[in-house]
């Protein structure tokens, strides 16, 4: 097995485009964004080409540099959420990844990974690393708009109901404006969530976003009367549109903007040809999970793992 410190982008993102099971948290494109906003994050992807011809690349985020003999770096797939993993050519199997499991619990490094729930192949991790069993929600999709409409439950029509009468409307960010109001949006969800928020995100992470991603993201906003009172952040890679984050006003619950913003995303991923859309894992908050399930979301367990070097 050959090893590729630092694959380059070409490498890389042939494996992401070629394997239906990535997710955009694979691309270089998002780990190029997020060490655009964090200067102390560097990229540390690995690449590998076996024996057989077969390639694959093990996408990381590197949030600790090593020091020489003293120090240890910090290795994370994916980051924010995110899904990490091996992302392969169809003669990559299991036991060529097994081999890229090997290979990297010999190195001077802490290691995470949140594996990707749309992978069909199984790969048991190495002894020592503390694994957690989890789960997202997706909604397979169709072209038939009337089947996603029935997808939803009881609750889900009725809500999405309730949003129409008061009005709610949607549509792309377009301007630097809109970003800002979005951030604006977020700051508000973090002072009601209070201390439950684990991590803050710089308003530089969403101008990145914005100005970098091209089609790849895409920063829908629910608006009442000309105000944004909600928005969505979505992935789009392949045939997965993946939920990334979200910010909402609270004097505005009662208009059900999230269930129309979800809804229009929904059938514009499934017209323009994606298969799933993923909601996203859900932190353990029932009703999170409930909302996710009124619009027909089954769950795809995954598992984040975390090996310390010691």
Not at 74 to 89: E, M, P, Q, T
Not at 239 to 247: F, L, S
Request: proline share 4%; with cysteine.
């Amino acid at each position: 097995m050959q090893i590729k410190d630092w694959p380059d982008v070409p490498f890389w993102e042939e494996l992401a485009r070629a394997n239906p099971a990535c997710t955009f948290y694979h691309t270089p494109l998002w780990h190029d964004i997020v060490i655009k906003a964090y200067k102390d994050y560097s990229i540390g992807t690995r690449g590998f080409i076996f024996d057989n011809g077969g390639r694959a690349a093990f996408p990381f985020i590197q949030t600790k540099k090593g020091r020489p003999l003293l120090g240890k770096s910090r290795l994370k797939s994916s980051v924010f959420g995110g899904y990490g993993g091996i992302i392969a050519d169809t003669s990559v199997g299991a036991a060529q990844q097994q081999e890229v499991y090997d290979f990297l619990v010999k190195q001077r490094a802490s290691i995470s990974i949140d594996t990707n729930p749309f992978s069909k192949t199984a790969v048991k991790l190495p002894e020592g690393f503390i694994c957690k069993e989890d789960f997202t929600q997706a909604l397979t999709l169709t072209k038939d708009e009337q089947a996603l409409y029935q997808k939803l439950n009881r609750g889900g029509k009725s809500n999405l109901n309730q949003a129409k009468k008061h009005g709610i409307t949607v549509r792309l960010a377009r301007t630097d404006a809109d970003v800002h109001a979005y951030y604006a949006l977020y700051r508000d969800t973090l002072r009601r969530w209070g201390d439950g928020a684990l991590f803050e995100y710089p308003e530089s992470l969403f101008f990145t976003i914005f100005a970098h991603a091209g089609n790849a993201i895409k920063i829908w906003l629910a608006e009442k009367e000309g105000v944004i009172v909600a928005g969505v952040i979505i992935f789009y890679w392949n045939r997965i549109a993946t939920y990334w984050h979200g910010a909402s006003h609270q004097d505005y619950f009662q208009c059900y903007p999230n269930n129309m913003l979800h809804m229009e995303i929904i059938r514009d991923a499934a017209a323009a040809g994606f298969h799933f859309y993923d909601f996203g894992p859900s932190g353990g908050q029932e009703g999170v999970v409930r909302f996710k399930k009124s619009f027909g979301a089954q769950e795809l367990p995954f598992v984040s793992a975390h090996r310390k070097f010691r």
